[in-house]
């Protein structure tokens, strides 16, 4: 039984807010999702292919435990959950109170489609005369005012852009099902009162909002306005304010006496803008200036009409808000360098420029010019463009558009089947993340992508052939120009659109740039607790990242909710319990859907009733009409409770929606989900042929044919139906952490915090790992805070038990049930049982001989200087030159990865030695500067502050030869193209991060380490904490190289991921699930080796394979390499589909 | 000591003045963001004729290389055009900072700039006696103070041509009415200090 301990609100539906919505929602809270666009999916809607598979697998994200509570099919297309409310085109108007009881208010845009009915037929389109520009291809093709938002949604539901439409009325008359309705007959109750002393502004002012259906009286004085309000309710005044005798003002002032509900926007000119302003405060509730235009009134009109209807509703009641509100994207055209957007018709921008590779967009996915349909066989794409730009006030770095570009070169060269040449014009080739670098090296040497080192400076358009000549200087110095077929500009990363609004409304502090500004520390809360950000809401996230905050947001939420005392629980779900089915004969109802009456014409009943009943499963056939609406659906519970059937058929259309209303029926009705099938009779075709054709004899018996096979395929399978009910598996309740750094001990707490017994062990005589050495990070934050923090709070904490000078020996067991053998220094080994099991080993500085380290004292690492600093051995002050020196064995193989920390551990130290002693000479010698995000404002400090940065390549590494007394450095530098030499007082090698994480421990609980030793996540965009076998997690630096607070991050999210297992006394297996039927199993082990998902093992003792039904997803692989047949799949057995298939084929005979 | 040093370049002895040095300083903050993107030499139209490329240039004035960028014609080249100003991406006064280290070699009376300080001299000398340029006047200045008889000689087909173009006006240098010279005046005060 499923227990709802709390509600939270999540705003926002892109990636992030879909992640954090799961994950409450698989913990048990109760969600609400909103989204101001009328789609979920966000900006990834738009985006088809994400490296680095180069596809898509936003469906990974979906719950794999319990999973038959959410929709199991493409997550593009749609997303529900049995704890999930979603709200599409709807706006977080307040919010009040506090947390773990918050009450908000929403404000949702009127639908004048109604979406349960319908049909997606699209001959409201062929009649719409309004084209504007569609925004879900970027602008780069046209739509009508009544469109898809998605082409790709299911079920996919036709809205109208009101501020194109010009309400003509065509689609209203031609709609089959009487779906639209434009003149909502609900704003005729909402009277406006138009006051003003000019007959023509009333005439126009009533005609403007008549159009729009609101219900308008008018009068020439305040005098008479007020004899208007005496007779008759009204809901809005506007009113002038200069009128002669009674003014605006005063009238207001009078008509709040009488009613103090009446809400008032006051008109006026310029020159009383400060009266309109005193009217607010006084109790007006807007205003507006003269003159204005109907553009201007009915935005503002409708808005308020909006929020007084929205303000009627009760707000609802939230324990906490998690805003994953994301981006927006840089207009190039708004810069101050546009190199010729939005003038030149072949410069785009990174997401148009994804739309053009996309099925779904302008071209269908073919690479032609928009312009000409001239075929894309050379591309440009330049980098930084509304990024790293101060100019601008951009000093950041948007951090996702390096990958962003050479992810499009790579995706638009494999459709071009080669035969396109992809140029990438960058200044630092931003590769930070894990397996970026690679990605990235075998663009360059395996595809052809060119990477050129260089800032264009101009684009030139030769208006005949379209072409654009792209212009630079090349490193060496030398002028370059080359003509491209289009040029794509990697825009950056914007906070999105309403990020202030909100920002006011929630108290939450925006940085510099207009980015949300989380605690330090954390990415996720603000200073206002039960508020958290979620995604790359607080600025500059790429996929993996958000989905991970995502988490951590949904962690902080929660945490909120649980400290709030689960005050507002809303009621359990009475669950009827299941019949026991197991001994009576199959019993089918079949509901067929008529679609609106639509089909009764057309279908004879009479042969489909006799021919279904042929079957004596076959119990009642009825005929309904919209089984998708809520009177019907009502109409088919009511004939179940009647008749009594022991499983249910039902015809109808898109099957997948009816995954969650089945579960509902099967609870109302006590009958196993997995006896209640849904069919796809393709009504919609078939209703949308009805309209343009008449059908002759001959087709109207096709069509009955098509229909009785197809009822008959569902009776097939349902009749095979295993009515057995769901299978549970026992969780144990506790969690174990290995490992007691930041990440480990957060991580910890985390689950302990909600109630959860926690066992941490840590291998050292203490517990804070890498914090013990480090001192400060880049943005002055001392470390020292917060691990005592963290110590003080793990010590305190009465679940969790810490086990130091510990290490895991030996580890067995899955999901909901691990044992794992800990040894402990003089004590005895012990036992530990756990439910989940999170990998928390972290990471340390990689040990190195390159560049002669170990010879001299002058030549140290990064973490050794951290710790000379800090132990005042080294005294900047008397020094006179220092060289650092960046990707130290790192970014080249065997260790082929970036580490992310240490440019920014070198720009600390270089800013802090310039702060003690000015005069010291700081050379940093780097190979790309990896300031993602806000750090690249440091980078620019360190600039200023008079930091020499020197680059160099691999082809030509600096040479460090230790002398006497000092340490000499040679290094080409690139630019002035000549040798250097450098006599250093000390040498600074960055020679990044390897982790701890032992295979054997990664191995001993089904988890797989990478390459480089880091844990290997089952998707690293989609399900980046987790592990491909269920209840193992990781975080911290064993998951990958990170500062602190992303370590946190990763931490929260790893806890947020157990806590979804945790949080239930037992897991429900899947509908569909895997069984071997151990008479028939030769015990070969194949299925072990094909499943995917660890869900299965040999038991040596009992001799059999067992399968854990709560992690089999149910995907068939071990049925199809078992030689005996031995491996089933419930719900898709042998004979089963050869019934199947012979109904289906007996109907078209 | 300035710890770092090209070896390819012998070291030239110091040519540059001392208080160079001090002015370097100022013009080094000027251009320190510089993140070395290039889009000023990209941009420069009169680059091709530069020794060291602006991003050379700048390179070098970070690294304090004086004698490097005051043995480079690259400054003196600039036609302020403010192109590099214009499209650079971190905002830096590129265009000024050439001015600033024209006026270093103005003021310090470097060697390898003789010639353009005279010329530029010997152009607002002219313009200080009459409001504008007087052609005659301003190239007599500018061969005088050349001291060197020949050089009259190398122009003189150019300027026979413009002669019979009437481009170039005859009259005789004089002092004029300097209405201009109380503004001179005015800033030489200001320059000194």
Redesign the interface.
């Known amino acids: 039984m499923k227990k709802k301990i709390g509600k939270a609100l999540v705003v926002g539906a892109g990636i992030s807010g879909i992640r954090a919505a799961l994950d409450l929602a698989e913990f048990g809270y109760g969600v609400t999702l909103v989204d101001r666009s009328p789609h979920i999916g966000g900006v990834l809607s738009q985006l088809d292919y994400q490296f680095p598979t180069d596809r898509c697998g936003m469906c990974k994200m979906l719950p794999m435990v319990d999973r038959d509570t959410s929709s199991q099919y493409c997550l593009r297309k749609g997303l529900f959950h049995e704890n999930i409310e979603i709200r599409l085109s709807t706006e977080l108007v307040s919010v009040e109170g506090e947390p773990g009881n918050f009450q908000v208010s929403l404000r949702q845009a009127p639908n004048l489609v109604d979406p349960a009915r319908c049909i997606g037929c699209g001959e409201c389109v062929k009649v719409c005369p309004v084209e504007v520009l569609d925004s879900f291809n970027a602008g780069l093709s046209g739509r009508k005012a009544i469109y898809l938002p998605v082409p790709h949604a299911i079920p996919n539901a036709y809205i109208i852009d009101t501020n194109a439409c010009s309400r003509c009325g065509e689609c209203e008359a031609i709609c089959p099902t009487g779906a639209i309705k434009l003149l909502e007959e609900v704003r005729k109750d909402f009277r406006i009162l138009v006051v003003d002393d000019e007959l023509i502004m009333r005439d126009s002012l009533k005609a403007w909002l008549e159009d729009e259906g609101f219900a308008v009286d008018m009068a020439a004085s305040g005098p008479e306005a007020l004899n208007h309000l005496s007779k008759q309710a009204y809901e809005l005044m506007l009113a002038d304010i200069k009128m002669p005798g009674m003014d605006g003002v005063e009238l207001l002032q009078k008509a709040k006496e009488v009613f103090p509900d009446l809400s008032v926007v006051m008109m006026t000119a310029y020159a009383t803008v400060e009266t309109a302003v005193e009217a607010m405060k006084i109790g007006a509730l807007d205003y507006l200036l003269k003159p204005f235009d109907p553009d201007t009134l009915i935005p503002m009109i409708i808005r308020t009409y909006q929020d007084l209807e929205a303000s009627k509703e009760p707000p609802m009641e939230v324990g906490a808000l998690v805003l994953c509100g994301g981006t927006s994207y840089f207009d190039p055209a708004e810069g101050?360098?546009t190199y010729g957007y939005g003038l030149y018709p072949n410069v785009v921008t990174s997401l148009e420029f994804e739309r053009i590779l996309s099925g779904t967009g302008p071209n269908q996915g073919r690479l032609v010019r928009l312009s000409d349909g001239k075929p894309l066989r050379k591309v440009a794409w330049l980098q930084?463009v509304g990024s790293?730009?101060?100019?601008i006030d951009a000093d950041y770095c948007s951090s996702i558009c390096c990958m962003h570009a050479i992810k499009e070169a790579l995706v638009a060269k494999e459709r071009a089947g080669g035969a396109l040449e992809a140029a990438i014009f960058y200044?630092d080739m931003r590769t930070f993340g894990k397996s970026f670098q690679r990605y990235r090296d075998r663009a360059e040497t395996e595809h052809d992508v060119r990477f050129e080192k260089?800032?264009?400076?101009?684009i030139l358009y030769d208006e005949n052939s379209g072409d654009l000549m792209v212009?630079?200087?090349?490193?060496s110095?030398t002028?370059r120009e080359e003509i491209f077929d289009m040029v794509v500009l990697s825009v950056g990363q914007r906070p999105a659109l309403g990020t202030t609004a909100l920002a006011e409304m929630v108290e939450m502090p925006l940085n510099q740039w207009g980015f949300g500004q989380t605690e330090p520390f954390s990415l996720t809360r603000i200073h206002k607790e039960g508020i958290v950000l979620g995604g790359s809401f607080s600025g500059l996230k790429d996929i993996s990242e958000s989905v991970i905050q995502a988490s951590a947001a949904a962690l902080s939420a929660s945490r909120a909710i649980h400290a709030g005392g689960g005050s507002l629980t809303p009621e359990p779900t009475p669950e009827a319990p299941l019949f026991d089915i197991s001994q009576e004969p199959p019993k089918v109802m079949i509901a067929v859907c008529t679609c609106g009456d639509l089909l009764s014409k057309l279908l004879d009943t009479q042969r489909l009733v006799r021919n279904l009943k042929v079957d004596p499963a076959v119990d009642q056939v009825d005929f309904l009409e919209q089984t998708c609406t809520v009177t019907g659906w009502e109409n088919l519970i009511e004939r179940v409770e009647k008749h009594t059937p022991n499983r249910i058929l039902i015809g109808s259309c898109l099957p997948d929606v009816y995954a969650k209303k089945i579960r509902e029926l099967g609870r109302r009705v006590g009958l196993n989900p997995v006896l209640i099938e849904v069919v796809d009779l393709m009504l919609m075709a078939r209703v949308s042929n009805l309209k343009s054709e008449t059908l002759s004899a001959d087709e109207i018996s096709k069509i009955n044919s098509d229909v009785l096979a197809i009822l008959g395929t569902g009776l097939a399978r349902l009749k095979w139906a295993d009515p057995d009910p769901v299978s549970y598996e026992k969780i144990l309740q506790q969690a174990l952490v290995v490992g007691g750094g930041i990440a480990g001990m957060s991580s910890a707490l985390a689950i302990a915090d909600h109630g959860f017994q926690v066992d941490l062990i840590e291998q050292e005589e203490m517990l804070g790992g890498n914090l013990n050495w480090l001192q400060r990070t880049l943005d002055g934050n001392t470390t020292k805070s917060i691990l005592d923090e963290t110590l003080l709070k793990v010590e305190k904490h009465p679940l969790i038990r810490v086990h130091t000078h510990s290490r895991v020996r030996a580890s067995h067991g899955q999901v909901g049930r691990f044992y794992t053998t800990v040894e402990a220094k003089e004590k005895d080994a012990f036992t530990l049982k756990h439910g989940v099991t999170i990998l928390a080993a972290g990471g340390v500085e990689a040990v190195t001989t390159s560049y002669n380290y170990g010879t001299s004292e002058a030549i140290v690492t990064q973490k050794e200087l951290e710790k000379k600093i800090h132990a005042n051995t080294i005294d900047p002050s008397r020094l006179?030159?220092i060289v650092m020196i960046q990707c130290v064995d790192s970014r080249q193989e065997p260790r082929n990865y970036c580490s992310r920390i240490c440019c920014t551990t070198a720009l600390k130290h270089a800013l802090n030695f310039k702060e003690i002693n000015p005069e010291i000479?700081v050379y940093i010698l780097y190979r790309d500067m990896m300031t993602y995000g806000f750090t690249e404002s440091y980078?620019?400090k360190a600039?200023?502050?008079?930091v020499?940065?020197i680059?160099y390549d691999l082809a030509e590494k600096p040479r460090v030869t230790p002398m006497d007394g000092s340490v000499r450095v040679?290094a080409v530098?690139p630019?002035?193209?000549?040798?250097?030499?450098?006599?250093?007082d000390l040498v600074v090698l960055a020679t990044g991060i390897v982790p701890r994480l032992p295979k054997d421990l990664a191995e001993s609980y089904g988890a797989t380490v990478d390459r480089d030793g880091f844990f290997e996540a089952a998707e690293s965009k989609w399900r980046p904490v987790d592990s491909l076998k269920e209840g193992i997690f990781a975080c911290g630096l064993a998951h990958s190289p990170r500062n602190i607070t992303e370590s946190i991050a990763t931490a929260e999210a790893a806890a947020q991921r157990a806590l979804r297992i945790l949080s239930h006394e037992r897991m429900p297996a899947g509908k569909v699930v895997a069984e071997v039927r151990h008479s028939l199993c030769s015990l070969c082990e194949r299925c072990i080796e094909a499943c995917p998902y660890g869900a299965r093992r040999v038991d040596l003792e009992l001799e059999k394979v067992l399968v854990s039904p709560a992690m089999c997803q149910g995907c068939g692989s071990c049925a199809t390499v078992c030689p005996n047949s031995a491996s089933t799949l419930a719900g898709f057995l042998d004979q089963q589909m050869f019934d199947v298939i012979d109904s289906a084929l007996e109907g078209t005979a | 000591m300035n710890?770092?040093?090209?070896?390819?370049?012998e070291k030239v002895s110091s040519t540059v003045p001392e208080p160079v040095i001090d002015s370097l300083a100022t013009i080094?903050?000027m251009v320190?963001?510089?993140?070395?993107?290039?889009?000023c030499?990209?941009?420069c139209p009169n680059?091709?004729a530069m020794d060291?490329?602006p991003?050379?240039l700048w390179?070098?004035v970070?690294?304090g290389e004086k004698e490097?960028i005051f043995h480079s014609k690259t400054f003196s080249l600039c036609s302020v055009c403010y192109f590099c100003t214009?499209?650079?991406?971190?905002?830096l006064p590129l265009t000024e900072t050439m001015s600033a280290l024209k006026q270093i070699a103005a003021k310090e009376n470097l060697a390898p700039y003789k010639k353009s300080i005279r010329f530029y001299k010997s152009f607002m000398e002219s313009v200080r006696r009459h409001g504008r340029v007087r052609e005659m006047e301003f190239m007599t200045l500018y061969f005088l103070s050349m001291k060197n008889p020949f050089i009259p000689l190398q122009f003189a087909p150019l300027g026979m041509k413009l002669m019979g173009k009437g481009k170039v006006s005859f009259e005789i240098p004089s002092k004029g009415s300097g209405p201009l010279e109380s503004i001179f005046r005015k800033v030489e005060a200001l320059e000194q200090k």
């Open positions: 101050k360098n930084c790293r730009d101060i100019k200044m260089g800032r264009v400076h101009s212009r630079h200087v090349d490193y110095g002028y006179e030159s000479n980078y620019t600039r200023k502050a008079g020499i940065f680059r040679t530098e630019i002035i193209r000549q040798k250097v030499q450098i006599d250093a | 710890p770092t040093e090209k070896i390819e370049i080094r903050d320190s963001a510089c993140i070395q993107c290039g889009t030499t990209g941009s680059a091709f060291l490329t991003r050379q390179y070098n970070l690294m490097t214009l499209r650079c991406p971190r905002g």
